[in-house]
């Protein structure tokens, strides 16, 4: 039964961090879902955060929401209500919602900010709502909402299975190891902090259909997959980068291979990946992965992290370096 009227709960506070993927979640099986044909893995980010602040309230018309102080409008705007409204479904209530988004780091410039927006959104919105949902429950809800931020429900290094079920029952994202199971190094290069022109949605779903390469995905990433899985529980930095940058310039080459084609990288993005290579050829251990925008991810040993910032920052076109590392899964801060 629904609970109408002119009710007031409670405001939630949920903070969650974005996460990197190793092996890449890119080509969906269903759509509306956010299916993946593939299991995807990745690492939470400590230090790139978003902040969500929900509150249900009988005495709104309309959900109000706002990224970085700023009125949601459009397809973005559609998204959030969709998924409020599943909320609402869920919890058998149907209140609007007020929502604040906030995040420390440039939105929608493949720096996955749709995994830590959503991850955090999920567990605000259904803790204010009255739900108590498990990590798994979590992880399925936040999966709906932008299918990356299925793994930032939890901290450290974390695969979402694709599962098989159609109704998607069993593609959530499990802990393959805590954060201290293996402190890494992690590198941020943004070269370009502008909105980027095709969002990664759009993207993996011409890649899917018009990239002659994408069924070589298919084929291989399981390899990919398993290989980055094992190095993470053996602490092997050079057999997870190898496989994890050999992941990410397949990606890159299906969407390259897309007509019309998809190409994310930048002249800056180009010369980290050169810097990168030369950085390796003198024998320090360091491993880039790109997603969907032209930022740069590049792993190390965490006593190597603050020299290799300082190298990748005198590369030409790089605006900003952030430093990270394996962080923690999403939480509430607050709940009145
Ligand atoms: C390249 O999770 O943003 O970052 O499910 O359509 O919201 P939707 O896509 P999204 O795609 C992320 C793609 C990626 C790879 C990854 O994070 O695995």
New binding site residues.
Partial sequence: MVRHGQFEMNEVVATANANV?LA???GKRDQAL?LPYTG?L?ITLAGLTTTARVSFSGRLSADQITLNGQEAVAIEAQRFRAFLSLVRRTAQIDAKAEVAISGNFPVAAGL?S??STFAALALAASHAAGLSLSTRELSLLARRG????ARSIDGGYVEWLAGEAADGSDSFAVQVAPADHWPLGVVVAITDESRKRLG??EA?ARAAKHSPFFPAWLQSHDADLDEIRQGIRDRDLTRVGQAAEHNCLKMHAVCMAARPSILYWTPATVAVIQRVIELRHAGIDVYFTI??GPQLKLLCLPQQRGALAEEIGRVPGVRKVLLSAPGCGAQVVEAA
């Fill in positions: 993927a890449k979640y890119w956010n995807s990745s996955a749709s995994a932008s299918g990356s931020a990664s949605r993996m997603d969907a």
